[in-house]
């Protein structure tokens, strides 16, 4: 096991990835002589070449765009969006083109298609580059929704992404690049992670507090702290979707959900109704709260 932080990981991961598939390449703003505004491709253009690391003009909708035609011939992009406030711009080709493709061509052409960007608040980075969108793609049908918390996580994850046959939004959150944990050394084909489940961080019987992305370890630290006052438990949920959620596995009595989206219609109101569903079925015994 190697310690490394969480944008060596995405960084090796990727790299890992293009030597083992000619197929896979990357494209997006200054990723190549700049190597990424986060330094995320660091030295993988020396490595590989321009053809498989473009940079790509200012214009969110034409790469976007252009990276899905590729996927649709064969290929496997992973585009990344300097932030995931930009992707705003090319919402059009990621939830009318890429998520639909699909189900419109009659299972016909696949779109083995990742975006990777960065977002979330608390970078002294203004308003309108500390959103967290996550949500909105989360409501797509034909889009999976990733957003790994730890190192470990990013490299599995993001192997499972480059290999899915559908679109992907692989979500990293600023606040985590420079964190650190234990990543295995594994084989090209070994430690990938299945997209939407959910991982239990903290077995607990009174309480489990579900979160993902970097509110994961808020989750874990809140539950240690309230362990001396009960069994309380932390579920990540390593992406967008509330159903990752695990029933059992150690959780139970009742649950709390922290997000980083808003409160008014945003998942963690889809993670409570659910719970609500789960009441006097199975584990929970008393109302979620968010």
């Not at 969480?6 to 090796?12: E, F």
């Not at 608390?122 to 190192?151: C, D, I, M, R, Y």
Request: hydrophobic residues 40%.
């Amino acid at each position: 096991m190697a310690v490394i932080t969480y944008r060596q990981s995405v960084h090796d991961t990727l790299r890992d990835e293009m030597r083992r598939d000619e197929d896979v390449f990357l494209m997006g703003e200054e990723i190549g002589v700049f190597e990424g505004s986060y330094k995320i491709t660091a030295g993988l253009l020396e490595e590989f070449g321009p053809t498989r690391v473009r940079d790509a003009p200012i214009s969110e909708e034409g790469f976007v765009g252009a990276a899905i035609g590729a996927a649709m011939l064969g290929l496997r992009p992973v585009v990344e969006v300097m932030t995931i406030n930009f992707i705003l711009l090319a919402m059009d080709q990621i939830v009318n083109c890429a998520a639909k493709i699909h189900y419109m061509f009659g299972g016909q052409s696949k779109v083995p298609l990742v975006i990777r960007t960065p977002g979330g608040g608390g970078q002294q980075l203004s308003a309108t580059h500390s959103q967290n969108l996550e949500v909105w793609f989360a409501h797509v049908p034909g889009l999976k929704v990733v957003a790994p918390s730890t190192p470990a996580d990013a490299r599995g994850l993001l192997k499972a992404s480059i290999r899915d046959d559908d679109p992907v939004i692989f979500l990293e959150n600023l606040a985590l690049y420079n964190t650190k944990g234990e990543v295995a050394e594994d084989g090209p084909d070994e430690g990938i992670l299945q997209i939407g489940t959910a991982d239990v961080k903290r077995p607990g019987t009174d309480i489990t507090i579900v979160s993902y992305s970097r509110l994961a370890a808020v989750a874990m630290n809140v539950a240690q702290q309230l362990a001396e006052h009960g069994c309380a438990g932390a579920q990540d949920r390593r992406g967008g979707s509330p159903a990752a959620v695990r029933e059992g596995d150690g959780a139970g009595g009742a649950a709390d959900g922290a997000t980083p989206d808003r409160r008014r219609a945003g998942d963690a109101r889809c993670l409570r109704r659910q719970a609500g569903e789960w009441r006097g079925v199975r584990w929970l015994r008393s109302p979620c709260r968010v």
